[in-house]
């Protein structure tokens, strides 16, 4: 199933695989026709950043808590097509769609397996949840989308360093003889701009590009290859992986915040000033929050989806409508499992250059960061996983890419059973997943519990402006 080099299949398969992933999240995108569950913040804030007070109708009444590229986005689409449900959801289907491309072209390029990358793309396509985020005006969408683009320029830059592995240069490396990791510093200065939450993504660029640079120079025999990591490439690192992201993300804030750049930085009315003062203000707001949210659900719960995500309800006299995020017991609970093989082979084979060290790192400071922060007394939504759905899909394929041997056939007659019914399962909960109307008699009479009844009272109900029946 292995192919190495890019072949005309592969534009078959990355053309079918975006026509599908596109022309799902585009159809029937403004079902619900109001905001729903975070919208009414982020929707609201984009309209007011480019249309502002007289355009939107309204005035903003507290300081904003994440940082605004997001929320550029989603107001790119408002200025363009206008304050509807269309204008504030399409900069999410754009993201969500070119994320499962990036994640094509990842899976293409580090397991050089065309059965992979579909795989991989596929089965993030039809993913619940990424698929509900992929339709709303919510800013993690765009976590994944930088996120995913950074790992990918971060493999590209891996290919020119091991590429360059014996015949490396004992002197300090050329600032721009690294454009992808440019590349990847940028993208990951981005997902920062878009949510603090990408912020591990960040160090698992750092931490892949150290390890490729050291197997680099382990590959050559000449010795010494920490030290020569350091000395070589340690300003390249610096700048583009830790400056640049820097620079990206206070970009971000052009136009925001009021102050000059034509004064000393930490003058009175200073631009760096304000951009400063607030990320100290964002920082205290999240390290001090401290919520009761019946839809909260601890990061160890998130794989096996304890507590779905409940975004939107309506429950009539004929039917009900919903939007419910909770992933597939087909996809995620085997990724688990493809995801612990990875790491026993990582621990086997203990190559940095392997793509499972790749899929590894990303999962551990996706997941495992917030693992780490599992008893902080923050609040941690289903959601929140968005990051690492990527990363397990790639595990996934990863198995699928290694393929063959003496029992090739049956395994492939596994395979193929295990996508059928993902797939079908995807069209059995996609009523679910979109708001369409579902008649009682069709499917069986959703029961609500009480905690679900409280969830839908307080939660989900008041921004739909539909008559509460529980």
């Avoid at 109001?34 to 950043?49: L, T």
């Avoid at 004992?170 to 003889?177: Q, V, Y």
């Avoid at 830790?242 to 009315?269: I, M, Q």
């Amino acid at each position: 199933m292995a192919a190495r080099s890019w072949t005309t299949i592969d534009w078959i398969a990355l053309a079918a695989v975006t026509v599908v992933a596109g022309g799902l999240r585009f159809v029937g995108m403004t079902n619900p026709s109001v905001m729903i569950f975070d919208e009414s913040y982020y929707a609201r804030d984009a309209c007011w950043y480019v249309l502002g007070d007289a355009g939107c109708g309204f005035r903003l009444p507290y300081r904003e808590v994440h940082p605004p590229l997001a929320k550029w986005l989603i107001g790119w689409g408002i200025e363009t097509i206008g304050y509807n449900p269309l204008g504030w959801r399409i900069a999410a289907v754009a993201a969500g769609t070119l994320t499962i491309v990036l994640l094509y072209l990842l899976a293409r390029r580090i397991l050089c397996s065309t059965a992979g990358a579909v795989v991989a793309s596929g089965l993030l396509t039809i993913d619940f949840l990424h698929f509900i985020h992929s339709r709303i005006a919510m800013l993690d969408v765009f976590v994944p989308l930088f996120g995913v683009a950074a790992v990918l320029f971060c493999a590209y830059d891996r290919d020119q360093v091991l590429q360059r592995a014996g015949a490396l240069e004992d002197r300090p490396g050329r600032m721009l003889a690294h454009p992808w990791r440019i590349a990847a510093g940028a993208a990951a200065g981005a997902a920062m701009a878009s949510k603090w939450s990408a912020l591990p993504l960040l160090l698992a660029v750092i931490l892949l590009t150290l390890c490729w640079e050291f197997a680099a120079r382990q590959a050559d025999g000449r010795g010494h290859a920490f030290g020569r990591v350091v000395r070589e490439e340690g300003f390249s690192l610096a700048i583009w992986l830790l400056v640049l992201p820097l620079l990206v993300y206070s970009a971000t804030y052009a136009g925001r915040l009021p102050g000059t750049l034509a004064t000393w930085p930490w003058a009175e009315g200073a631009w760096v000033r304000s951009l400063v003062e607030q990320q100290l203000y964002m920082l205290r707001f999240h390290s001090g929050i401290s919520i009761t949210h019946p839809l909260l659900s601890p990061p160890w719960s998130w794989v096996v989806w304890r507590r779905p995500i409940f975004y939107f309800a309506a429950f009539e006299e004929t039917g009900y409508r919903l939007i419910v995020g909770f992933g597939s017991p087909f996809a995620w609970w085997i990724a688990l499992g493809a995801i612990i093989y990875v790491g026993a082979r990582v621990l086997r084979h203990r190559s940095v250059g392997a793509p499972e060290m790749t899929i590894l790192i990303g999962f551990m400071f996706t997941y495992g960061f917030w693992l780490a922060f599992a008893g902080a007394h923050q609040p941690f939504f289903l959601f929140y996983i968005l990051p690492t759905l990527p990363f397990m899909y790639l595990a996934l394929a990863s198995l699928v890419a290694e393929l063959g041997g003496a029992h090739r056939s049956v395994m492939t007659v596994g395979i193929a059973i295990w996508a059928v019914l993902t797939v079908a399962l995807f069209v059995f909960v996609h009523p679910w997943l979109t708001a369409a109307h579902v008649p009682y008699g069709s499917w069986r009479p959703l029961r609500p519990t009480p905690v679900d009844c409280r969830i839908f009272q307080d939660f989900v109900w008041p921004s739909t402006g539909i008559p509460r029946s529980c």
